[in-house]
């Protein structure tokens, strides 16, 4: 569904986004996308049956790292496409992303430390649900750059 | 064009015989900073501006101006 969803966007006129043919580029979209998927997913998971199966922080930990190793092999082996693809507006919209990341943990901080003070979650599981704010909030802000042409 | 900006950039690109993707390619960003560059959404930095009005054998005036001016 992302799939099509995204294809629709990225085949239309001049002003809607359009895919990259930048491999650097293109591993860093779909890592981000992937990786935003996964956490929903286990999000989703988690919340409609907690005790079902446990080993959501795997899945995510090795989405993550198999997308940094990927990244690593994409800039290794196409070096000249490395400036396009962090060009000064790729730049621009990833320091963007980092700083909504910041935002949205300190949000969802403050929001789970109100949700402790009440009793209404444990302080162990509330560190817990800390960790998929921080590690997708700042994918969502790139993937929204991108949607939005103001990145690539 | 934007509010605080006059962009003419595509102008002077297609004046050149370059595509967005040639162009960007020369000057060493991706097309779709080209792009949004001549939509007015990104401004660039003095250097890429520079390297803009090198590439197109025109001052940075040229393709940048403030609006009134």
Known sequence: MLYVTL?????????????????????????????????????????????????????????????????????????????????????????????????????????????????????GAAFFWLSPVLGIAPAVHYLASVLRNRAE | MTGRLVVRLKDHRERAGLTQAALAEEVGVSRKTINTIENGVFVPSTVLALRLAARLDCSVQDLFALPNT
């Open chain 1, 7 to 123: 294809r629709l966007l990225f085949h239309c006129n001049e002003a809607r986004p359009t895919m990259s043919g930048n491999p650097i580029s293109l591993v860093r979209f779909w890592g981000n996308a992937v990786l935003v998927v996964v956490v929903v997913v286990a999000i989703a998971g988690m919340m409609l049956s907690p005790a079902y199966w446990t080993g959501w922080p795997w899945v995510i930990g090795a989405v993550a790292m198999g997308y940094a190793a990927l990244s690593l092999a994409v800039h290794l082996r196409f070096p000249d496409k490395a400036g396009a693809a962090w060009d000064e507006q790729n730049l621009a919209a990833h320091r963007a992303s980092l700083a909504f990341g910041y935002w949205a943990t300190l949000a969802a901080f403050l929001l789970l430390l109100g949700a402790v003070w009440a009793d209404l979650i444990d302080p």
